[in-house]
């Protein structure tokens, strides 16, 4: 079983930026799709964004345009770059596969606040 490493979140003011990282312990980590969700206080997680093998990426609406996702498989670590920063980003992210298996890291929280 896979796990999943979470790091880089922290305390950002709206506007900033943050890049978080995810390593993977799964050696096949190069054919596998990977993505990123959330959890905010009292919500559901929820799928933030993705990034096939190949590296096409998908991204949900409010994250359009301010997150990337990138990976680096030499690493077995997937990236996510978080600009212009809302107070609504306020959650605890984390990295899982695109069909999320269910070990999960203990994510990184990243709180936009002024």
């Known amino acids: 079983q896979a796990q999943f490493v979470e790091s880089g979140g922290g305390l950002v003011q709206p506007g900033g930026s943050l890049r978080l990282s995810c390593a993977v312990s799964?050696?096949?980590?190069?054919?596998?799709?990977m993505a990123w969700y959330r959890q905010a206080p009292g919500k559901q997680r929820e799928f933030v964004g993705g990034i096939s093998r190949a590296g096409s990426t998908n991204y949900v609406d409010s994250v359009k345009g301010r997150f990337i996702i990138s990976r680096d498989n030499a690493k077995n670590t997937v990236y996510l770059q978080m600009n212009s920063l809302k107070s609504e980003d306020t959650a605890v992210y984390y990295c899982n596969y695109r069909i999320p298996s269910d070990s999960w890291g203990r994510g990184t929280q990243v709180s936009v606040s002024s």
């Open positions: 799964k050696s096949i980590f190069t054919y596998l799709d």
